[in-house]
């Protein structure tokens, strides 16, 4: 996946950052949100649970977007692209791991490690 930014302009909200659209956004919001309501960890049962509610337009939350503060309100979104769009490539970049023994997902800080490391990559770069 590649994380385009201006530095200058930089969002409060690190899911602007990474996610293209609004309503992935949204959505990897929920998920994250979700996953610590859960104590940072969720069965793969429960991502399906999750993203089958998404599918379906049942999940009702509220939003902390502007014009949906405080209202309930419906969230759909299709399975696949959840998968595709919003999971797999936030396994990807380390801000979710899945244990492949225990079969969970979990929250995870290697994304920071990685960001962290692409910034030394830069410093030997440019020495």
């Known amino acids: 996946m590649v994380i385009l930014f201006d530095r ?17 956004k949204i959505v990897s919001k929920l998920l994250i949100r ?18 089958t509610a998404l599918h379906d337009g049942t999940f009702v939350t509220q939003l902390d977007e502007p014009g949906y503060v405080g209202k309930k309100v419906k969230i759909s979104y299709n399975k696949r692209q959840f998968y595709d769009r919003i999971l797999t490539p936030m396994k990807g970049m380390g801000i ?9 997902y979990r929250i995870s800080d290697k994304f920071n ?14 020495r």
């Open 96 to 104: 979710i791991d899945y244990d492949l023994y225990k079969k969970t």
């Open 34 to 51: 979700e996953m610590k309501l859960k104590g940072g960890e969720i069965t793969k049962s429960d991502m399906s649970v999750f993203a």
């Open 8 to 24: 200058f302009n930089l969002p409060d909200d690190i899911f602007e950052i990474i996610f293209a659209t609004k309503q992935q």
């Open 113 to 126: 490690k990685t960001m962290i490391k692409i910034g030394l990559m830069w410093v030997r770069e440019i």
